[in-house]
DNA sequence: TCGTAATCGAGACGGTACGTCTCGTCTTGAT
DNA sequence: ATCAAGACGAGACGTACCGTCTCGATTACGA
């Protein structure tokens, strides 16, 4: 019987909702805005129109606070689905094409810099990082379904390839460099190459 | 020309090397112990029994000390050399072997962590990410030879396949996956692979 | 009576005299131990076992809590009365044997400090105050009777003279003066000196 | 020799006057407008221009920057020195009517008791406390002046004659008695009188 | 050889943010 | 209506560092 377990709830006001929200909005905004290393907990309750208490009582780090709003989706607003019209690396370079855009953008390239900062300090966002983009569900997803079409090698670490596209993406967005989207595209159409004789030519423009 | 006219009546006494390496060994030592978030110009001043303008005066940021640290190869004791037997895999591996040991270490995981949130915060530390763990200069260099070896398709992007294999270490290490090994050279070997007919499974071996 | 007639009407339970007395009690306590300064409400509800709102309820300010419990003999155990022996000077110093031993036991001066910064604080307790060491009550009594008696002088102001031994002893106990006692003792027996010829040096007994 | 005490100086800056002056003001400032109790550091800080540091620096306590004031005067302009006309009576009236116009000044009464409040937290306060208002100087003194010339009894306890007639005017500020200025008087001349027929002549001797 | 000028260790300074504590009010469900 | 519990906005606490500045001592030229 588990009737009893509602007697075992707590007495008393419960959390507010308007304040969990006030303050991931708020964070979400000056984490966008400012950055992470600016992003301080004073900033986000001022911000909030919240006491800093209130949002110590709830988070224990400036990283968890990060860690919601990814799972809230507060931080990107698009969908990182990944098509799948039967080619592989047409269908990866439609996601390219939804993740490119947001590094373009003005302080892209400062917004997932933030979020890797975020994620190397606190490991409450480490977690949700490569989710984040969608590499684990979709991307992931989609290459386990190119082994089922034959598009992939049976053994293709998929997992490992979505964390090779992702980290690459980190890597170019540390070095600041602005022009990595076409190096990009090459090197995903190098990973994902099907099998051919003398290693499958890569088409024509590519090999250049 | 009198760019240096400025320098040439200079009176007094020179920057002091003793200072310059007291600093950055300091930095060295407390950047490893403490990680960066911890790493303070006061805790670098007294730790190095220096002032705290002596620092200020010829560092404009926490990353350029990091990064003066990574040229003087403070941070990673070890050559992160890539042999060439002829072998493309076998070489690649060999320099995972180097690399995974520190990553493996107590606090191995951290203090890549650490490195990532350098470069994140600061581009000094940022320009010189790929390059500290010989990514750069030895990893691309030996790809570069295994495309001349026909290892590897003439078109394969080299720089990028190197920041690969670094992007996925980043993100594993940022997900605080400490078991990543095996899928790493599972990573690695499949991207390098070269085409056969069907373009899989993988050798035998590889295949388990 | 319509005295009572207040609380006839009214639904839900009536005020919780186990709440209040655990409130009082509680607030002694930590008063004692702890000091005016670091008394809170909340260590005072938590310590009682019960909720912050029924101390607000109930009473205003800290200072109501002390004054109550000052009304209630539970910050001073003992009783202040003055002796009537005929001698006043004697019976005078008796009181003084009642009250010194509480300031020179540990923490006895921290206590009436205590008293002496909630009384500052708070117009209730300063209400209280010369009223709480049987000052007004019983000192003033027996100096009164000692005009009567011939041993004081017609107009001797009794009250101000209460207080002027009070504001003594609390001025001693101010200035951290832990060895006050004899020229306390000197101070009320020059005070309370009855004129007689040669009026000093002041009488056989006292000079013992 | 101590020559090279010279050498034992530190280095570095030295303590900004400006900065102590700054903090002094503010502090006698808004403890005089604002009470003890309203009394903060952060206030301080703000009002004098100054980060908290500053004066976390130098002093310990907030009673420590009240018994500062008291020091430098910085709490009462006036001077409460006790003039010495042969009539002691008199000169004592005289320095009542230096203390009582204080008292009786909008927020005197509450000055008073702010500063009972400090001295009762901090000893700091308290040991400066019965000096601040010149008892233990000029008072005493005059008192002391008295017993020379036989308008008081050669026994007579002036320090604790100071501290009764002070510690009075703390009873009666604490109990908010805002009309007790003639009781104050009639106290003094009581606890001063010399020997007059119906409580005894003092001894011939004594008024020599 | 003696200024002159830059560097050095030390640390005070005005600030900002930290994470904790308590305030007094408000809300909840139980009695 | 009162109770225990405790969330809430507010704001002070005392600490840690920031980056700038000032100090006296210490070099190392150039006049």
Redesign the pocket.
Known sequence: MNEHR??E????????A???D?ILEATARLFQSEGYD?L????IAKEA??????I???WP??GALIADCLSDGRLFAVDFAVPDTGDLVADVEQWLDTVIPILDAPGGGALLRSLVAAAAEDSAVGDHLSESLGVERHLSERLTAGIRDGQLAPGAPVDELGHAILGTIIVQVLSRQDDATDRLRQLVRFMLRSGSPQNGPLSPTDAK
Chains 1, 2, 3, 4 share one sequence.
């Open positions: 509602a007697n709830h707590r007495n008393g006001p419960v959390r507010s308007a304040a969990r006030a600016h301080t907990i004073e900033g129109g919240v006491g800093k208490q209130t110590y009582r709830w780090t400036r």
